[in-house]
């Protein structure tokens, strides 16, 4: 018995963490993964990991802010992010930063 009931309780709290936010434990999973792999592909690249990149994904749409180089880079960064798998639709509000 004290089993079904905590079963039942842990159910309740992953269904109301879902409604809380609207995202089911897999989005947000899903959602952290997607993010993680681009914040991995940034860093990677020698053009973009000196810069300052926010990466936020919610529901596989992907919300860069933050500064680039060039609208060279934030173009390729882009194409780069859309070949990531899960990625819905990317929206960038970077700007542009020289070095100094």
């Known amino acids: 018995m004290k089993k079904i009931f905590i079963l039942i309780?842990?159910?309740?709290?992953?269904?109301?963490?879902?409604t809380l936010t609207g995202r089911?434990?897999?989005e947000h999973i899903d959602d952290a993964t997607i993010t993680s792999v681009i914040n991995a592909k940034i860093i990677e690249d020698p053009e973009l990991n000196y810069f300052k990149i926010n990466v936020d994904t919610t529901k596989g749409h992907?919300?860069?802010?933050?500064?680039?180089?060039?609208?060279?880079?934030?173009?390729?960064?882009?194409?780069m992010i859309k070949t990531v798998r899960g990625v819905k639709s990317v929206t960038s509000h970077l700007k542009i930063e020289t070095r100094k």
Do not use: M, P, Y
């Not at 309780?9 to 879902?18: D, R």
């Open 9 to 18: 309780l842990t159910s309740l709290f992953l269904i109301s963490c879902s």
């Open 24 to 26: 089911t434990l897999g």
């Open 62 to 79: 992907v919300l860069l802010s933050g500064f680039v180089g060039s609208k060279k880079a934030e173009d390729r960064l882009i194409e």
